[in-house]
């Protein structure tokens, strides 16, 4: 299967925008969910209203690692930043490891919904991964636009810029 390939993102703006884009929501959104979480972790013996049993230390535990796996997920998502505006691709594939597992995650989260009937996570899911996709698409493309990777069915117009692209030179005889 092939990976879709574009050269622009939504509303026409490019690739290097829409990663722009992309990478500060992100970071936005993680560095508040990491607050939260810290702001759960510390005020936990507050909110939880059930006794202390082993429900107590194993929702505890959760939210720890939720908070450090968060944590990861801020500074992967400043790498994204970086490769945003320093045009360097591989500062970006972490995030685009880390976001197909997260993704993959909200597909076994779709999965265990449909099944246990919770109708609005089972909603809301499918809507999350396939905006997850397109970004992720987005932030792949950038990438390969910048390691100069053509997209095939390119026209780039003229032999002189064909001749720059390497991928685009034909064969050489000696």
């Known amino acids: 299967m092939r990976i879709p390939r574009f050269t622009e993102s939504w509303c026409g703006c490019s690739l290097q925008t829409g990663t722009k ?10 560095l508040l969910l990491v607050i939260l979480l810290s702001i759960a972790c510390a005020r936990f013996d507050y909110l939880y209203n059930g006794p ?7 929702t505890l535990a959760v939210l720890i690692v939720f908070l450090i796996a968060s944590i990861c997920d801020l500074m992967v998502s400043f790498l994204l930043v970086m490769a945003a505006y320093t045009q360097r691709p591989n500062l970006a594939r972490p995030w685009l490891v880390v976001f197909m597992v997260s993704l993959t ?7 265990s919904s449909v099944t246990a009937g919770d109708l609005a ?34 026209d ?10 390497s991928l685009l030179r034909p064969y050489q005889t000696l």
């Open 121 to 154: 996570v089972a909603i809301t899911t499918p809507i999350r991964i396939g905006f997850g996709l397109y970004f992720w698409l987005v932030v792949y493309n950038f990438c390969e636009e910048l390691r100069g990777i053509p997209i095939i069915g390119t």
């Open 21 to 30: 884009i992309i990478s500060i929501v992100s970071v936005v959104v993680k």
């Open 156 to 165: 780039y117009g003229d032999a002189e810029r064909a001749q720059e692209d």
């Open 105 to 111: 995650i909200d597909v076994v989260v779709f999965i």
């Open 52 to 58: 202390y049993d082993e429900k107590y230390s194993a």
